[in-house]
């Protein structure tokens, strides 16, 4: 079948395509942030995947019937479809009943998992048909379409970012899907024009009437609304940003002071609750009674104020500030605070700046605590106080990036201390011992780099009821100390775990344990000559990492997942809430491609008409590689850049903005700059692309280490400079392999639109699954290499 090709396309497309970019991509990113909500922050890598795969869906559908898609005419309706479908999806899967906790004992989530897929990958399905009828219909004008699909998503990238912090999420959603219905009054014809107004007026008239329609359903087993259950429990405020969204509320369910000692008699003294989107629980402490304060000499993490006066403290990501109140109870004079969440210290400051003891009003800082140090004097801290602990006990995502924890980030806490400082570490107990083996074996890793001989003599840790304390000196523990700090847990009833020189039966007195495997563990880590062997056999990985994998939480050994799931109590719920499902999510996402890919073959391109296309062109093989290549290479890319630059602009969403607005904005330009020259357009782009990444993969850690003594502003737009040229290059390879096809086998766009799509959604998985293993350094290496297979494929496609 041949289609016509028209030779005369409307700036109003061009304009179309743009808006609904930008559209599709604001939902998008307004996607990781109430997945974050509603669901957990560890499903919000899905929303790559559910893009994508409805994006390479139309591509099947449009290859399959290109009669009955494939138009003019369809895209404004496509346009305004896709705005119905923005606000109607939402809303449906608001309400479809999936909660990832029931999966343990209700089979049903798995299909309500597929269902929540399914309805929100739509609007990516109808974005999808459009453009890819777009390049169908006007392939000879590819350069100019993928420009304006790329400039208009890395706007949407951009605006969403502002949105995020001045509205609440899910009204994001609405803004986008007004840029659709903008799009396809612009294009649509009369009648269709008419109804696009008119769903546009019912649309704001819906949310102005009844906006309670749009508001998020947070999971009933998050923890905020377990608090709330309590009676005369009572919802304060919620704050929104695009970093998280705070919820202040009262419940006598608050009740923070981890590990106190069951010697204190008296009530704590009142706190109000701060929920981080809606799970992760801190409190603020009322602070006006110094005698209420009293309880703070009972905790685990009083300890480091033992070994004698302690005047200049660093307290990093303090969130309620119960660790800035413990330093001014034991009158350190100089308190820096460094959050990395500045709506927390927002929601403290501008609603309990009284109640709190007005601890944020000064010396206070947000963004990440190695970053501060980087400003400061080496050893100008005595103590640098590190908090793992929050009012709630969880885990911590297995695949989600944690730079605090890594190597290289001890290396700075030991060079901010003075000679006699010390890092004091608090943690709750969470069975089996992971946690704390992982932070000892990353210290004694810190230790052997910097030289230093006797690591035992630098380390002591004690244990409460239900959390633990581990305190790493710069210098050996004098007997003094040691002693004092003995003494402190014997008063408080807190078990030893380590200190030099401590034996088996001093351990383990008070909360007794069946098999100490925190002596047991501390004793081998810290002792060069059995470090290796313990780290190597245990049962979990609990080796350190550095920031080319910042993977701390990831505890999955392969080899040992048997072990592991009969000794987590044959609990599939464990395998969820740290985040071991990558890998079926992987295979379950890598089979949707596959089916996506080949069913065109399957039900449409088994003609004898079609056949003999392919024995004509030869085009089946160099279509699939080429355009597998780029997607995989393009998302290689991408989503590495924005892991790399976390630790540089110290915020997720600040990474995603930047990275995305710049890749997406500079390739824009760059497809459309290529149709413009024969030199860009042809094979010597993909070299040059193969290149500029490996050079990237050098310069990138130097470059970002550089940048980190500018303040937060300058990092983020001399950063999106540097990325403007690698994004030029990436921007040609596909609308080249687009007018290609267009000229020499036009049947076979959809197609090649489906396979870019489908590696695209098997990319970001395949990314964290190699990170995790290799380092992000290696995916570069990877995305040079697909690249220059492209080159290769590119040869073949155009002969």
Not at 416 to 442: D, M, Q, V
């Amino acid at each position: 079948m041949a289609i016509y090709v028209k030779e005369n396309i409307s700036n109003r497309v061009y304009f179309t395509i743009f808006l609904v970019s930008c559209s599709v991509l604001m939902f998008e990113i307004s996607l990781t942030r109430l997945f974050s909500i509603y669901l957990w922050y560890h499903f919000a890598f899905m929303v790559i995947s559910i893009a994508m795969l409805g994006i390479g869906a139309a591509g099947t559908m449009l290859a399959l019937f290109p009669n009955r898609f494939c138009s003019a005419s369809n895209i404004g309706a496509y346009a305004m479809f896709a705005g119905v479908s923005l606000i109607l999806c939402y809303i449906v899967s608001n309400h479809i009943p999936f909660d990832p906790v029931k999966f343990s004992w209700d089979h049903s989530q798995v299909f309500y998992l597929a269902l929540y897929c399914l309805i929100l990958s739509i609007p990516f399905f109808f974005s999808g048909l459009l453009i890819a009828t777009a390049f169908l219909l006007y392939s000879n004008r590819s350069n100019l379409i993928y420009g304006s699909d790329l400039l208009g998503a890395g706007t949407g990238s951009l605006a969403v970012l502002i949105l995020l912090n001045i509205i609440a999420p899910e009204h994001t959603v609405t803004a986008a899907s007004l840029l659709c219905f903008t799009g396809a009054l612009a294009t649509c014809k009369s009648k269709f024009k008419a109804l696009s107004l008119l769903l546009l007026i019912i649309n704001l008239s819906v949310i102005v009437i009844h906006p309670d329609i749009m508001k998020v359903r947070m999971s009933p087993y998050k923890r905020l609304p377990v608090y709330l259950n309590f009676p005369g429990a009572e919802h304060l405020k919620t704050l929104y940003s695009s970093y998280s969204q705070i919820d202040l509320f009262r419940s006598p369910a608050v009740r923070y002071a981890p590990g106190l000692s069951l010697n204190y008699p008296d009530p704590l003294p009142e706190q109000i609750g701060l929920a981080i989107d809606g799970d992760r629980i801190d409190v603020t402490t009322d602070a006006h009674d110094r005698s209420g304060l009293r309880f703070l000499e009972f905790l685990p993490s009083a300890a480091v104020y033992q070994t004698g006066k302690i005047n200049n403290v660093l307290v990093l990501d303090p969130k309620g500030g119960l660790h800035v109140l413990m330093a001014e109870y034991y009158g350190a004079k100089n308190i820096h605070k460094v959050e990395s969440n500045p709506m927390v210290i927002k929601a403290v400051r501008d609603n309990y700046n009284e109640f709190s003891g007005k601890i944020y009003q000064n010396n206070t800082w947000t963004g990440y605590g190695r970053n501060f140090l980087r400003t400061r004097e080496k050893g100008a801290y005595d103590l640098i106080d590190l908090s793992m602990t929050g009012a709630s006990v969880s885990a911590v995502f297995g695949i989600s990036e944690d730079y605090r924890l890594t190597v290289d980030a001890f290396n700075q806490y030991l060079n901010a201390l003075k000679k006699n400082g010390i890092i004091s570490i608090s943690l709750y107990l969470i069975p089996p011992p992971r946690i704390e083996f992982k932070i000892l074996a990353t210290i004694a890793t810190v230790f052997e780099q910097a030289g230093v001989t006797d690591p035992v003599l630098r380390l002591f840790a004690i244990r409460s009821w239900d959390s633990m304390t581990v305190l790493i000196k710069n210098s050996p523990f004098t007997m003094e100390e040691i002693e004092r700090l003995k003494d402190f847990a014997s008063k408080k009833r807190f078990d030893l775990v380590y200190y030099p020189g401590i034996k088996e039966e001093e351990a383990n007195r008070y909360v007794k344990l069946s098999s100490d495997e925190y002596f047991n563990g501390f004793k081998n880590i810290i002792t060069p000559e059995t470090r290796s062997s313990y780290v190597s056999n245990y049962l979990f990985d609990i080796g350190p990492v550095y920031d080319s994998n910042p993977f701390f939480h990831y505890y999955l050994k392969l080899i040992n997942i048997k072990a592991i799931y009969e000794i987590m109590g044959r609990n599939f719920l464990y395998f969820l809430e740290e985040g071991y499902l990558l890998p079926v999510i992987f295979v379950i996402v890598f089979i949707l491609s596959a089916l996506i890919t080949i069913l065109p073959v399957l039900f449409r391109w088994t003609t004898s008409e079609l056949f003999k296309r392919f024995a004509q062109f030869k085009l089946l093989r160099p279509v699939l590689l080429y355009f597998a290549m780029l997607g995989l290479g393009f998302m290689f890319v991408e989503v590495t850049m924005i892991q790399k630059t976390i630790l540089l602009l110290e915020n997720p969403l600040y990474s995603v903005a930047t990275v995305v607005t710049a890749i997406l904005v500079s390739s824009g330009i760059g497809g459309i700059t290529s149709s413009k020259s024969s030199r860009l357009s042809s094979s010597f782009s993909l070299l040059a692309l193969s290149t500029i990444i490996v050079v990237y993969s050098f310069i990138q850690p130097v470059l970002s280490a550089s940048l980190l003594s500018l303040e937060l502003i300058p990092r983020m737009i001399i950063w999106f400079i540097m990325l403007l040229p690698l994004g030029f290059f990436m921007g040609i390879p596909f609308p080249t392999g687009m007018k290609i096809l267009g000229e020499q086998c036009q049947t076979l766009i959809p197609w090649a639109w489906a396979i870019n799509g489908c590696m695209s959604v098997l990319a970001p998985i395949l990314t964290i699954i190699i990170a995790l293993v290799t380092g992000f350094q290696i995916i570069l290496w990877l995305s040079a290499l697909t690249y220059l297979l492209a080159f290769f494929s590119l040869k073949d496609l155009r002969k």
